[in-house]
């Protein structure tokens, strides 16, 4: 196996939420194993008991992940149809398919996501005004995560 082809198998790998991989041959054995991102979640609850507490307990603070904002309910979200490559223009020197403040209509392409050397072209199912980008040009984005938010 060549270096291009071991390098290509760990852009893939890295691309998925496949974490082990392992390859076999006569001539050789390849392991792949990446690990996965950790996942904080912190909490602080302090217990107080009256009787043996005369000020008020420390103020600890936590790091917590911020909770999503909910959309305001006359948004709508254009969703990614696959797991891919995000990018927003046809080419490098070309111009974005759709951009804030463009209007859209259904069947309009509005991105492209690269899967395993394809380009696929996206098409909204909803009309409106694109007003905000969720992801960036190059961004991995997974089945169903929202692309563009529409008013």
């Known amino acids: 196996m060549q270096i291009e082809h071991i390098k290509e198998l760990i852009t893939l790998l890295d691309q998925t939420s496949v974490h082990e991989m392992e390859l076999?041959?006569?001539?050789?054995?390849?392991?792949?194993k990446k690990e996965a991102?950790?996942?904080f979640a912190a909490t602080h609850t302090p217990i107080v008991h009256a009787?043996?507490?005369?000020?008020p307990a420390p103020v600890v603070e936590t790091e917590q992940e911020a909770a999503p904002t909910p959309a305001p309910s006359n948004l709508r979200t254009?969703?990614?149809p696959m797991v891919g490559t995000f990018y927003s223009r046809p080419a490098p020197d070309k111009d974005a398919y759709v951009q804030v403040?463009?209007?859209v209509e259904a069947g309009q392409v509005v991105c492209?996501?690269?899967?395993?050397?394809?380009?696929n072209d996206v098409e909204?199912?909803?009309s409106g005004e694109i007003i905000e980008m969720l992801v960036a040009d190059g961004d991995l984005v997974e089945y169903g995560?929202?692309?563009?938010?529409?008013?």
């Open 24 to 32: 076999e041959t006569p001539e050789f054995k390849l392991s792949l």
């Open 37 to 39: 991102a950790p996942q």
């Open 51 to 55: 009787a043996t507490v005369a000020a």
């Open 78 to 80: 254009i969703t990614s």
């Open 101 to 103: 403040g463009d209007r």
């Open 112 to 119: 492209i996501l690269e899967a395993m050397k394809l380009f």
């Open 124 to 126: 909204t199912e909803i």
């Open 145 to 151: 995560q929202a692309l563009f938010s529409v008013k």
